[in-house]
């Protein structure tokens, strides 16, 4: 099932707020309904506008609720300010020159103060910038050093920090995730390539988004463009994966065929920090639908955004869940 929602004219962390707060919408930048009613309280429009002139903007994921409740206590000194705090996300980019303000990760917090009903992102506390150690990133005009242009998620699990980023792993195209860990945020390790079963490292993995399962593993949404085939149109798609540990993944597994253009899929999924995986049950993904800028520049405007039902399996190793096939190797 596929309903429609609401389509702004705007990129960046848009949608990762629907539905982050119940109650009536308040943003002085208007309001709007997602697909499931109107008690969505933060949306597309005033994300974007709190968010505008920094690179969160860019990349921002929200974390979800275990997530936000260590993350209060590792800002404890700031425990009244805490108070305020709706949401945290994590987001950034890297610059050498740090010009545009891309300074690295950061985590952020959006707040709504006492007597007020406008929300505002703050930016709380640094993480990591690209000298960070262990970053994979091949291409020549960055000299090794992580930019961070893709999404990064934040994740709470088994007693340690997941700090997920985009890893690039050739001179052009090629992307995949990396992932740092830690016990503590001022103290990450360092980065470690993501591995999802059967897929290469020529294969676009554009980014994941990180949940946590209510079976004590993490899930993986990811957009992925399988691996050129001479002859034939690149195949792709949104996918979902497992892991017990937050680096190994198995086979993932095709939730929404999508159609490729220069390696990037045309569909992509919307982080929402609020899913509940249980498997065997159904699920709700909000999608950005038949991107315009990841389409070739004739195609008729299709863009939007929809809440999609999926089923998630028994088992997510070798099942497909959406009767087509899962990615694997290609020989």
């Given at each position: ?14 949608i ?26 933060v949306?597309?429009?005033?994300t ?19 997530t ?6 590792a800002l404890?000194?700031?425990?009244e ?17 740090q010009?545009?303000?891309r ?10 103060p ?11 506390s ?11 990133e ?80 993490l899930?993986?949404?990811?957009p ?13 798609g949104?996918?979902i994966a ?27 999924p919307?982080h929402?920090?609020?899913?509940a ?14 991107v ?39 020989t």
């Open positions: 099932m596929v309903s429609d929602t609401f389509f702004a004219r705007s990129r960046g962390a848009i990762q707020l629907a539905g982050l707060a119940e109650g009536p919408a308040t943003s002085s930048s208007g309001s709007s309904a997602d697909a499931r009613g109107s008690k969505s309280c949306m597309a429009y005033p974007q506008l709190l968010l505008q002139g920094d690179q969160g903007a860019h990349n921002m994921c929200l974390v979800d609720a275990e936000k409740a260590k993350i209060d206590v404890r000194p700031h425990a300010r805490n108070r305020q705090v709706v949401a945290y996300g994590v987001g950034g980019q890297y610059d050498e020159s010009r545009n303000c300074r690295g990760l950061h985590i952020y917090s959006l707040e709504a006492d007597e007020s009903s406008v929300y505002s992102f703050k930016q709380r640094f993480l990591i910038d690209g000298h960070h150690k262990g970053c994979i091949l291409r020549p005009k960055l000299q090794g050093i992580g930019e961070f242009d893709g999404q990064s998620a934040l994740i709470y699990f088994k007693a340690q920090w997941f700090l997920y980023a985009r890893a690039n792993c050739a001179t052009k195209g090629h992307r995949q995730v990396q992932v740092c860990v830690g016990e503590k945020l001022s103290s990450l390790g360092e980065f470690k390539y993501v591995s999802f079963a059967g897929v290469p490292l020529c294969a676009d993995v554009y980014f994941a988004h990180v949940y946590r399962t209510q079976h004590d593993t899930a993986a949404v990811l992925m463009a399988e691996p050129p085939v001479a002859d034939q149109p690149t195949q792709g949104i996918y497992e892991s017990s540990d937050g680096y190994n993944y198995g086979p993932p597994v095709l939730l929404r065929r999508s159609s490729v253009y220069l390696r990037r899929t045309a569909d992509i919307m929402y920090p609020s899913i995986l249980m498997k065997g049950t159904s699920f709700e993904l909000p999608l950005h639908l038949c315009k800028s990841r389409m070739p520049t004739d195609a008729p405007c299709r863009e939007r955004f929809a809440w999609c039902t999926f089923s998630l399996a028994s088992s997510l190793a070798g099942v497909d869940i959406s009767g087509m096939s899962i990615c694997r190797r290609r």
